[in-house]
């Protein structure tokens, strides 16, 4: 199975402060596999990025991705206080799908 | 509007048996994929299993391979999980996702439905 190393676990930001996930692989995906969740505390989680760089249906244009092969990264550009939440990437390049141990972000 | 509504979680002993359920409505159910994946609590997402459109595609984690048995019925828009010989690392809020498309993505999740495995 790839195993999805996200860093860092967890981050504490500002608001309108840049932030960035990294989501590193343990083999080559294809860019078109590699997806971003967002989980807020007590709800379900909701696609952000699919394809490593195409925004879902009305998330807002702070949110975007990048990366290919291994290495993946996912950007909030200028934070706010509705995007605290735990974030997690998620391969579907093979069989079986494997997702990063999330990343928590929080508000200073 | 995309609607996945599980049912049937609940408290059961070790060893026993549990049937889970995830209604779908709003879109045509048989043209695609779904997939079950849980979340222990405090802890991460952890795929448990997938079915094609068509029920020709199955695929289970191994944590759950042996025990466990997707299917779904596209009469009635129905995706189930069968869960057989529980333990209680399988603890944890059981979600129903829709596969969005080739890419494997999930781009619709229910609100998930807990189930516990204590005696």
């Known amino acids: 199975a790839i195993v999805l190393n996200q860093s860092p676990s967890s981050i504490i930001a500002s608001q309108g402060e840049k932030v960035t996930i990294t989501c590193r692989a343990s083999?080559?995906?294809?860019?078109?596999?590699l997806h971003w969740y967002q989980q807020k505390p007590g709800a379900f989680p909701k696609l952000v990025i699919y394809s490593t760089s195409y925004r879902a249906s009305g998330v807002p244009s702070r949110f975007s991705g990048s990366g290919s092969g291994t290495s993946y990264s996912f950007t909030i550009s200028r934070v706010e206080a509705e995007d605290v939440a735990t974030y997690y990437c998620q391969q579907g390049s093979s069989n079986p799908d494997t997702f990063g141990a999330g990343t928590k972000l929080e508000l200073k | 509007e995309v609607q996945l509504v599980e049912s049937g979680g609940g408290l059961v002993q070790p060893g026993r048996s549990l049937k889970l359920s995830c209604l779908a409505s709003g879109f045509t159910f048989s043209n695609y994929g779904m997939n079950w994946i849980r979340q222990a609590p405090g802890k991460g997402l952890e795929w448990v299993a997938s079915i094609s459109s068509s029920s020709s595609y199955i695929y289970y984690a191994d944590t759950v391979k042996g025990r466990f048995t997707i299917s779904r019925d596209n009469a009635k828009n129905t995706l189930y999980l069968q869960m057989t010989s529980l333990r209680s690392e399988d603890t944890a809020l059981y979600y129903c996702?829709?596969?969005?498309?080739?890419?494997?993505?999930?781009?619709?999740w229910g609100q998930g439905v807990m189930v516990t495995v204590s005696s």
């Open positions: 083999s080559s995906i294809s860019s078109n596999y």
């Open positions: 996702a829709r596969r969005g498309d080739n890419y494997h993505y999930f781009d619709y």
